[in-house]
Nanobody, 115 residues
Framework: QVQLVESGGGLVQAGGSLTLSCATS????????MGWYRQAPGKQRELVAA???????NYADSVKGRFTISGDGAKSTVYLQMNSLEPEDTAVYYC?????????WGQGTQVTVSS
């Protein structure tokens, strides 16, 4: 049973913006801290942004000041607003709880940033 569904990826030029969405089940959103992760080709998956149930956010240094994570309780959806995108941001982006749970890894959404 799929409980986390990512969307919103695409191809964008460097300097552009994208907003990713993660639709969750209400119980996951209500009771879990959430995170956005990414995996670039040949690299390990990394946590890039996290949000607690109380709304506290944290970011990897590489995206700080450019990415914003947020949540909408009414829609049980987590967002990742990505601005000033760089070719180094090219990766498959996933959402999951934080810490991540194996059962929640989905297909992810591909983000490709061209130079």
């Amino acid at each position: 049973q799929v409980q986390l569904v990512e969307s919103g990826g695409g191809l964008v030029q460097a300097g552009g913006s994208l907003t990713l969405s993660c639709a969750t089940s209400g119980s996951i959103f209500r009771f879990s801290d959430m995170g956005w992760y990414r995996q670039a080709p040949g690299k390990q998956r990394e946590l890039v942004a996290a949000i607690t149930r109380g709304g506290t956010t944290n970011y990897a240094d590489s995206v700080k000041g450019r990415f914003t994570i947020s949540g909408d309780g009414a829609k049980s959806t987590v967002y990742l607003q990505m601005n000033s995108l760089e070719p180094e941001d090219t990766a498959v982006y996933y959402c999951n709880t934080n810490p991540a749970q194996l059962r929640f890894w989905g297909q992810g959404t591909q983000v490709t940033v061209s130079s």
